[in-house]
């Protein structure tokens, strides 16, 4: 167990974690499409820092399958437990809702349903085409669980074709077994090289500030660019509440611009590196470069 902040406090945090909060009416229209279709967003259930700026851009991350997750990560704020039956009206209603937003880009995720015989890959693609079907210039990308690596799982989703198909690897090989639930480090780069290999634009992301030295962080930027990783983030960890695993570090912006300049230097296609980057944060951009080819991009938070 690393040195820790014992304190789940704002007054601890440095000056480049504090949050300029959003309150136009934008993200109060967002706020209503998302509690009159009974969504479920990674938004609200991650207690995402971002939360009011991406609203207020009418922009947000729906979570699928439910909001109750079957494994329980240390880090992680959704609920975990026995989940519910699958919702058979869910694809129409996320479909629906995006249309209601007008969103260019729309970024899905999900729980981990360990407890369906398909890891629920027949809801996820049922929702991709329902999306595709309501939303025909809307670009789509998905961010999946490691579904045990199975690639006839992984298939069904794939054949839908989302435009990005993500798994964050989450943390280094070394602390995957004491912060991440069931999951295995090696499972979520097999999982990302199927992905890659079927021709997808594949993305991961990871948090740093868990107790992870430099060197490892390096480590796995080397082993998400050798499975064929395109898009890769980094941002700092934040401890949800005080059960959860603590911070044993703040990042400062500066190592987090060498991170991406490191990344960079591997080859992705595009990096996302700053202390308040999450997967989906102006995921669309994302998507512009890899189709693009460029290399680089210079834009908010210094991404």
Not at 42 to 52: D, E, L, Q, V
Not at 127 to 137: D, K, L, S
Request: proline content about 5%; hydrophobic content about 35%; aromatic content about 6%.
């Amino acid at each position: 167990m690393p040195k820790v902040y014992d304190k789940v406090t704002s007054d601890i945090k440095p000056e480049w974690l504090k949050i300029r909060l959003h309150s136009d009416e934008r993200f109060g229209e967002v706020a209503k499409i998302v509690e009159k279709h009974a969504l479920h967003t990674i938004c609200s259930s991650g207690m995402c820092p971002n939360k009011a700026e991406c609203w207020s851009r009418r922009t947000a991350t729906f979570m699928i399958l439910g909001d109750i997750c079957t494994r329980g990560c240390k880090f992680c704020a959704t609920k975990t437990g026995k989940a519910l039956p699958i919702d058979k009206d869910e694809p129409q209603r996320v479909a629906d809702s995006i249309r209601l937003m007008g969103l260019k880009h729309a970024v899905i995720t999900s729980v981990t349903r360990d407890d369906l015989p398909d890891g629920g890959a027949v809801q996820w693609a049922a929702v991709v085409r329902a999306v595709r079907q309501a939303n025909p210039e809307t670009t789509i990308e998905v961010l999946i669980p490691d579904l045990d690596a199975r690639p006839e799982w992984i298939d069904i989703i794939l054949e839908a074709h989302p435009d990005i198909t993500g798994h964050n690897i989450e943390t280094v090989e070394r602390l995957t077994p004491e912060v991440r639930s069931r999951a295995q480090y090696r499972t979520s780069l097999v999982t990302l090289r199927h992905i890659a290999e079927r021709g997808m634009i594949a993305k991961s992301g990871l948090m740093v500030g868990l107790g992870e030295t430099e060197e490892e962080v390096l480590r796995t930027l080397d082993d998400l660019a050798e499975v064929g990783c395109k898009i890769v983030t980094i941002g700092q960890y934040l401890r949800p509440t005080q059960q959860h695993w603590p911070v044993a570090e703040y990042v400062t912006p500066g190592k987090f611009n060498w991170y991406k300049e490191r990344a960079l230097e591997r080859g992705f296609a595009y990096v996302a590196s700053a202390p308040l980057v999450r997967s989906s944060y102006l995921a669309e951009q994302a998507l512009e470069y890899c189709r693009k080819g460029k290399e680089k991009i210079h834009g908010e938070r210094g991404l």
